[in-house]
């Protein structure tokens, strides 16, 4: 703790007496002042944040006087009442970064005027439990937690036991106590993954980017204090696909991330061109600008455009020099959420990458049940993704009714006695087997946990062999009734083509997934999962269900998901029974051995290469300075 008058150092960080003290400090002030001039811009009438932003590089009050008159209204305009406060997360930076870069511009009775409403709402919203300790997955959380920081460092001389409380809260009970032991060791934050998926898991990247490099600028450099913010930027380049990518709604091509979890502006397009990302890793880049990693938050940043705020733009080096993609490993194994991304290569177009939830998304908010799901993309086109939106439905099983988005039917997962996996997976999925080789990737998860009373175990296996860029899927399971239909669920973005009993294919562009089923004669129905109570018109794919009815309990499901170019040669997987085994051939070079059996063992891959059997445990990856090392 410290007090006003003190030399202000207070967790690490000495808080400076003068203004701005966010973001800024004299020499970057003074770099933005020049590249304010080289590249002005003009702010609208109601951006806060830009108008104070001019204000402080050109010291203009008139800039300051319309920007604190906007932070003030929206600041007293905050609400104390119900579960959460978006506006809180939405505004509360904007607020506090006005009353910081304009507080030399400001009258005394301005300041107490905003210090007074901002004590009341910061702090009223630091206790409550939504978005409070054990949530350190959710937004509000980390904007609660943004808005304690930049409050308290702001206001330290003027509001000093009021920031004391907030820089308690959050270096305290919120990193020390709370999220930084769940990035360590078998956390659920390990591997820098935002878990509330693809549209709100940034929002914990974006939301760190101004405090914590202020509090680096201030001594206290929290982006190292855990392992967390340094593999967040490898998550996100490997969430991101390495190549344009057509989106089928927008009908517009942009960089996107795989979607997961609710993300209602995922069919819009450039899902990955968002400031929410491109904040954080131009922040990055120049925060780990002398290894690789900052190298490779340059090339992503490069790659997608992503645009990046004013304020971080002013500041930015330019360096370090990018560093090309294909100098990282294929794979990425999160091992919080047990989530794995991977490719068959780095470059185009032989370039098939993939997203396998093999586990859990341990957030509170905006989860589906998506536990086991897979899809691909290549060279520009989504093969297979999940249906993505937030709060709407679709087309129940089999055409049926309506379901909601977060449904397992939403997603490439299974269905099991015409259900999906349960609501709650608290008690989680385990990855019992994962491997990462030059000419493979393994898995294999055991998801009996999650899908309660229809099915007493469930296995997923998965062999990626990248020299095919194909995908294959064996399902172990035993269900609670032997009459139970067991459903491998594929989604396309346009219509799926029934080539026969066994075959199917998704063309999209000058793309092909192919599906083969092997091991029984299943129904392969196509629905059309678009429901008239759609509040978007577009939201909804062409659903393949592969049902087998195989009469008996104890079960397997083999798939081969092949993706190339629409001219090239289709495989012709076939499937032998050797009694203690199956043999699955793709073509003369290549072939998959899975043993038999409820709990995944043994098993071997064969290629040109020999036969290799698959690893027994799980291979650990970590990550470094000059990136992911799997061990």
Not at 146 to 174: C, K
Not at 315 to 337: E, K, V
Not at 507 to 520: E, N, P
Request: with cysteine.
């Amino acid at each position: 703790m410290a007090a006003a008058g003190s030399t202000n150092v207070v967790d690490g960080m000495t808080i400076p007496t003068t203004h701005p003290r966010l973001w800024f400090n004299a020499a970057r002030l003074a770099q933005a002042q020049t590249w304010y001039q080289a590249k002005p811009f003009t702010a609208r009438s109601d951006d806060y944040q830009n108008l104070a932003l001019m204000g402080l590089l050109t010291n203009n009050s008139k800039d300051c006087e319309a920007a604190v008159a906007g932070a003030t209204t929206a600041s007293q305009g905050m609400d104390t009442s119900g579960v959460a406060c978006d506006y809180c997360r939405w505004n509360g930076e904007i607020i506090i970064l006005t009353y910081d870069w304009c507080y030399n511009l400001m009258t005394a009775a301005q300041r107490s005027t905003l210090q007074t409403s901002l004590n009341t709402w910061i702090d009223h919203w630091r206790t409550q439990s939504w978005g409070g300790p054990g949530m350190y997955e959710n937004n509000y959380y980390w904007g609660y937690l943004r808005n304690e920081l930049e409050w308290a460092i702001t206001s330290f001389e003027d509001n000093t036991a009021e920031a004391n409380t907030l820089l308690t809260d959050v270096f305290a009970t919120r990193l020390a106590d709370d999220f930084n032991p769940a990035t360590a060791g078998t956390g659920h934050a390990v591997g820098g993954v935002g878990q509330e998926g693809s549209e709100y898991g940034p929002y914990v990247i974006y939301y760190a980017a101004v405090p914590f490099i202020t509090a680096r600028l201030l001594g206290h450099d929290v982006l190292t204090d855990t392992s967390y913010w340094e593999s967040a930027v490898y998550a996100m380049i490997y969430q991101t696909v390495p190549g344009l990518s057509f989106n089928e709604i927008a009908n517009s091509s942009g960089y996107e991330v795989t979607p997961w979890s609710d993300t209602e502006g995922w069919f819009f397009g450039g899902s990955a061109q968002d400031p929410s990302i491109g904040d954080f890793m131009s922040a990055a880049a120049n925060h780990w600008s002398t290894v690789n990693t900052g190298a490779y938050a340059r090339q992503w940043l490069n790659m997608t455009g992503a645009p990046v705020d004013y304020h971080i733009l002013s500041t930015d080096s330019g360096g370090p020099a990018a560093r090309a993609f294909t100098n990282l490993p294929l794979d990425y194994y999160a091992s919080g959420p047990q989530y794995l991304w991977g490719h068959s290569a780095w470059t185009a177009p032989a370039n098939t990458t993939f997203f396998l939830q093999l586990g859990v998304t341990w957030a509170n908010g905006h989860s589906h049940e998506d536990y086991g799901t897979w899809q691909m993309w290549r060279n520009g086109r989504w093969l297979s993704h999940e249906t993505a939106e937030y709060s709407v439905s679709i087309t129940g099983y089999g055409g049926s009714g309506a379901v909601g988005i977060d449904d397992s039917i939403a997603h490439n997962a299974l269905y099991i006695g015409g259900a999906g996996s349960s609501a709650d997976g608290t008690n989680g999925t385990l990855v019992t087997r994962l491997e990462s080789q030059p000419t493979y990737v393994y898995a294999d998860a055991d998801e009996s946990n999650v899908y309660g009373g229809t099915a007493s175990h469930v296995e997923r296996e998965f062999v990626f062999v990248r020299g095919l860029e194909t995908m294959v899927i064996f399902d172990r399971i035993q269900s609670s009734s032997a009459s139970a239909e067991k459903t491998f669920l594929a989604h396309c973005a346009y219509v799926w083509t029934v080539e026969d009993a066994q075959h199917a294919n998704c063309t999209d562009g000058t793309q092909v997934l192919r599906l083969t089923s092997l091991l029984s004669s299943p129904t392969l129905r196509v629905i059309q999962e678009h429901t008239s109570g759609n509040t978007d018109p577009d939201v909804g794919q062409s659903r393949l269900e592969v049902v087998t009815a195989p009469a008996t309990a104890q079960s397997y499901i083999l798939t081969v998901l092949q993706a190339t170019d629409g001219g090239a040669a289709s495989l012709a997987p076939s499937v032998v029974d050797n009694g203690s085994s199956y043999i699955v051939t793709l073509n003369g070079q290549n072939s998959i051995t899975f043993a038999k059996g409820m709990a995944s063992s043994g098993g071997s891959i064969t290629t040109s290469s020999g036969t290799t059997s698959f690893r027994a445990d799980v291979q650990p990856m970590v990550v470094t300075d000059d990136g992911p090392v799997w061990q």
